[in-house]
C-alpha cells in the first residue's frame, strides 16, 4: 500500500516559496503527497491538495471549522507522517492528528519556523505562544528547529516532544542565489534596471508591515543623507504599511533616494547589482532574504534579533544593531560606504558562512530525519545536533 504524507500549514504560498524541494524528495520515495492549507496556488509534486480555512489570528472563529476538516482528513486518508509548519497550521494539526496518532501510530512533524516566545519577545508572546507549544509537545514526534536559540530554548524547557531536531532553515538555491563576478557586467546590469555606476545600493526585501520594521531603514539613511548623496535604498516588497514609509521618507528629505520597488520577481538581479544588503526587522527565525543577499555575497547590515544572529557575525561579514539605533544603522552605512575593502572581506565571508545553509544541505538534513520514519530507525532521545555541540 502507498504511503502518504500530508503537509499542513496556514497557507499554501508557504509550501510554494519553501517546500517544494521536499515535497519533491517524498514523491521520489514512492510516497503520496497531500496538502493543507488555505489558497488557491497550484503546486508541484502535489497528488491532491484541501483548501482549509485555517485563519492567522487564533482567536478567529473560522479556525473551529479548519479543525474539524482537517480532522476529517486525517481520519479518511489514513496518513503515515504529517509534517506541520507555521504557528496555526502547526498547532491545528497536531490537535487534529491526535486520534489516528492513538490508533494507528501517525507520525506527526512539527518545524518552527521561529518560536513567538524567544530573548527579548513580549510578555504576551510568552504567555499565549509558551504555553500552547510546551502542551502540544508530547504530541510531536519531532520538532524541527531552524536556529541555535530555540533549538536549545526547547531543550532547556524540557519540551516532552520525542525527538528534537535543528535544520539550516528551508535552504537557499545557491546556483539561482550567486553574486555577478565581473564589473562590467554588473554594470551593464545596474544599467538595465536603471541605476549608475556611482549609486551606492542598499537593498532589502521584505512585506511592509510591523515587524519588518522598513521605517528603521528609512530613517537610517535620513542621519546620514548629506554625506551619502549617492546612496539610494532599494526596498522591495508590499503590505500594509507602504504608504506610511512613503510619507516618513518625505518628511525625513529622502523620497528621491528611497525607491519603493513593490513586489518582484528581478529578486536575483536586483541583489546582484546592489553593494550592501539590510533587515531591519523586530523579530526573525531564520530570513531568507538575508541569506540569499549572503549567497550573492554581500555584506550586511542587520538589527539585533535571534534570526540575524543566527546568520550575521558582527564585524566578520556585517553589522549587529540594536534594535531601534537608526544613528548607529546610518554610521555603519558610512563605514561600508567608505571602505570598500571592508565590503569586500563581509561579502566573501558571508559567502562562506552560506554553505551550511544551501538547499543542498537542508536536503540532507530533511532527508535524513525523513528517512528514518520511512524504516523506523530512529531510537535515540538526543539529536546529532545536540550530541555535536556537548
Not at 241 to 263: H, I, N, S, W
Request: hydrophobic share 40%; glycine share 6%; charged share 25%.
Amino acid at each position: 500500500m502507498t504511503k502518504k504524507v500530508l503537509f499542513c500549514a496556514t497557507v499554501d504560498y508557504h509550501f510554494k516559496a519553501f517546500h517544494l524541494p521536499y515535497m519533491k524528495w517524498f514523491k521520489e520515495q514512492g510516497w503520496e503527497v497531500h496538502i493543507a492549507a488555505a489558497g488557491n496556488n497550484e503546486l508541484p509534486y502535489t497528488d491532491q491538495k484541501f483548501t482549509i480555512p485555517i485563519q492567522r489570528s487564533p482567536f478567529h472563529y473560522g479556525n473551529i471549522k479548519a479543525f474539524l476538516e482537517l480532522k476529517k482528513l486525517i481520519r479518511l486518508n489514513e496518513y503515515d507522517l504529517v509534517h506541520c509548519h507555521t504557528p496555526l497550521g502547526g498547532v491545528l494539526a497536531r490537535l487534529a492528528s491526535v486520534d489516528e496518532k492513538k490508533k494507528n501510530g501517525l507520525k506527526i512533524i512539527y518545524t518552527a519556523h521561529g518560536f513567538h516566545f524567544c530573548k527579548g519577545a513580549s510578555v504576551m508572546n510568552w504567555l499565549m505562544y509558551y504555553p500552547v507549544e510546551k502542551l502540544l509537545a508530547p504530541l510531536t514526534d519531532c520538532l524541527i528547529t531552524i536556529n541555535d536559540e530555540d533549538y536549545f530554548l526547547a531543550l532547556a524547557h524540557h519540551f516532552k516532544t520525542s525527538r528534537i531536531e535543528r535544520v539550516h532553515g528551508v535552504g537557499v538555491d545557491m546556483d539561482k542565489y550567486k553574486p555577478i563576478d565581473g564589473a562590467e557586467e554588473k554594470l551593464q546590469l545596474r544599467q538595465k534596471l536603471g541605476y549608475r555606476e556611482e549609486h551606492f545600493l542598499l537593498f532589502n526585501a521584505a512585506e511592509f508591515n510591523k515587524n519588518k520594521n522598513q521605517k528603521l531603514l528609512i530613517k537610517a539613511l535620513a542621519t546620514v543623507k548629506d554625506e551619502l548623496p549617492t546612496a539610494r535604498l532599494l526596498l522591495a516588497g508590499e503590505g500594509s504599511l507602504v504608504e506610511e514609509c512613503k510619507r516618513l521618507a518625505y518628511t525625513l528629505g529622502v523620497e528621491k533616494q528611497v525607491d519603493f520597488l513593490g513586489f518582484r520577481k528581478d529578486i536575483v538581479e536586483l541583489l546582484r547589482i546592489s553593494d550592501v544588503a539590510l533587515g531591519s526587522s523586530f523579530r526573525e527565525g531564520l530570513p531568507v532574504n538575508i541569506l540569499e543577499a549572503m549567497a550573492c555575497r554581500l555584506p550586511l547590515i542587520v538589527s539585533d534579533n535571534r534570526g540575524h544572529r543566527e546568520l550575521v557575525m558582527n564585524q566578520v561579514n556585517g553589522f549587529l544593531v540594536a534594535q531601534q539605533d537608526e544613528r548607529e544603522f546610518g554610521q555603519r552605512l558610512l563605514e561600508l560606504f567608505k571602505n570598500e575593502n571592508i565590503r569586500n572581506e563581509f561579502g566573501l565571508n558571508s559567502f562562506a558562512h552560506c554553505q551550511s545553509f544551501s538547499l543542498k544541505n537542508v536536503y540532507q538534513e530533511l532527508g535524513a530525519i525523513y528517512s528514518s520514519y520511512l524504516v523506523g530507525e530512529y531510537h535515540e532521545s538526543e539529536s546529532k545536533y545536540y550530541r555535536a555541540h556537548l
